[in-house]
């Protein structure tokens, strides 16, 4: 049995609500609310970032169990908004968690799936036994244009995730990816914020991709919409996991607990895996989880999870840091986030 031994996460504490988004530039709150269904959104502080975040995230790991200082093998960093271009962000996080010299590392870029690309890679080193343990997190400090719809729903937040092959918490069954190239969104070198080719970003990105993934993995592994317990989807906002989930045949109630966008927001390459962090609240022993995460680009990892009975020891409060908050007004959130016009 391979999969996920331990996991955490971390949302900063910072929220701004979307209805002081609005008030910024003259729109309508309560619309803005209903058509993305978002509330408000997490946001990192000054002194935060993508590093810092994973760093919170990862700790509790190895504050719980500190001898994998010597078999993790493998340290993997996802995210859009890495602190430097050329440097890598995960041997930074190896080092602040005072981790061996001897684990192989790289950051990786796939919009907002780049750390469950990174998990299948882990997954793949720790199943053929070259390593006995594998990091793998995803962090964002989200941002947008000023004024841009993607302003309301880029959020902050990290999680991190241990693969290894002993007291499995969460077996991964199956896997499956769908990719093409469908520019529906980018972000150029040197470029401050990233751009989207609007109502694109839907039918032939979004729910095509998670689509594909999802019933191709089904079908790989033979498995029926009514052997799921738990579906959790990539968030952009509150409306497309929600629709995508109808169009697959899968309820409310299957999505409930992973729902968590309209309280966050968007953390991009965090997002999906936040709302698996926000499931294991809740998650029973022999469950089964469907997870799709979405990156423009553009592809899909569609993964199926079998939870164990290892989740009653490991299982950690998601909805308790997600009550730890303070609200700021559109200043302090520009301040915070760097915003230039």
């Keep these: 049995m391979t999969g996920i031994v331990d996991y955490g996460f971390y949302i900063p504490r910072f929220r701004i609500k979307t209805e002081e988004i609005a008030n910024q530039w003259g729109k309508c709150g309560e619309k803005v609310e209903r058509s993305l269904h978002i509330m408000e959104k997490a946001v990192a502080g000054t002194d935060e970032d993508v590093l810092t ?11 719980a169990n500190p001898s994998l200082k010597k078999t993790i093998g493998a340290v993997f960093v996802g995210s859009e908004t890495f602190p430097y271009a050329v440097k890598p962000t995960s041997t930074m996080l190896a080092e602040m968690l005072d981790l061996s010299n001897d684990y192989l590392s790289y950051d990786t870029q796939f919009a907002c799936k780049a750390a469950t690309g990174a998990l299948i890679s882990a997954y793949a080193l720790v199943k053929s036994k070259e390593v006995e ?5 995803g962090s964002d400090k989200a941002n947008a244009h000023p004024g841009d719809t993607l302003e309301y729903s880029a959020g902050s937040g990290a999680n991190a995730w241990l693969l290894g092959s002993k007291k499995v918490l969460l077996e991964i069954c199956g896997w499956h990816t769908y990719t093409s190239e469908t520019p529906d969104f980018w972000r150029r070198s040197g470029a401050s914020y990233p751009k989207h080719a609007g109502r694109f970003t839907g039918v032939p990105a979004y729910f095509t991709h998670i689509t594909q993934a999802v019933k191709r993995l089904m079908e790989k592994i033979n498995i029926k919409e009514s052997d799921i317990s738990r579906v959790v989807f990539h968030m952009p906002n509150g409306t497309f996991p929600l629709k995508v ?18 309280e966050l927001g968007n953390s991009y390459a965090a997002s999906a895996l936040m709302g698996l962090a926000a499931t294991l609240e809740y998650a029973k022993k022999d469950e089964v989880i ?16 079998r939870v164990t009975a290892e989740i009653d020891e490991k299982r950690r409060k998601f909805r308790d840091m997600i009550a730890q908050k303070e609200y700021i007004n559109y200043g302090t959130y520009a301040r915070y986030m760097g915003v230039t016009s």
Excluded: C, N, R, W
Excluded at 290 to 305: N, R, V
């Design 133 to 137: 343990h594998a990091l793998v997190s």
């Design 53 to 63: 975040m994973a760093y919170e995230a990862a700790a509790p790991i190895i504050a």
């Design 245 to 262: 989930g109808k169009k697959l045949g899968f309820t409310q109630k299957h999505i409930s607990d992973s729902y968590i966008v309209s």
């Design 290 to 305: 469907l997870f799709a995460s979405y990156g423009s680009g553009a592809g899909s990892d569609a993964i199926i999870f």
